[in-house]
C-alpha cells in the first residue's frame, strides 16, 4: 500500500498562503515558517505529518500528497480546515 510523509502550513486564507509560499521559495526555512505561522497543532514541529496511508487525510490534502512532486512547496490547498501549502518528504507505492 503507498505510503506518504509530509509537512505542511495551515492558515486561514489562501493570500497567507500564497504570502508564506514566496517567502519559501525566496529561501526561508519551511519548518520556522510553519512554527510562526501555522494555526495546526503540527506547526510546533515544523509542520511534519509523519507517514501516514491514503485515505488518513481529507481528500483534497490526500489528492496532492499522492500525486504531487517530491520535495516542491505545493499549494494553496483549501480544505475544510483553511489553506495549506504541503511538502512531500518522501512516498513510496
Do not use: W
Amino acid at each position: 500500500m503507498a505510503r506518504a510523509s509530509a509537512r505542511h502550513i495551515l492558515v486561514p486564507s489562501e493570500d497567507d498562503c500564497n504570502t508564506l509560499k514566496k517567502m519559501i521559495e525566496n529561501g526561508d526555512d519551511f519548518a520556522e515558517i510553519a512554527k510562526q505561522h501555522s494555526k495546526c497543532p503540527s506547526g510546533k514541529q515544523g509542520g511534519g505529518l509523519g507517514e501516514f496511508s491514503p485515505g488518513q487525510m481529507v481528500k483534497e490534502f490526500d489528492e496532492v500528497v499522492f500525486s504531487g512532486e517530491i520535495g516542491k512547496v505545493l499549494g494553496p490547498v483549501k480544505t475544510q480546515f483553511g489553506y495549506h501549502l504541503i511538502e512531500v518528504t518522501k512516498r513510496t507505492d
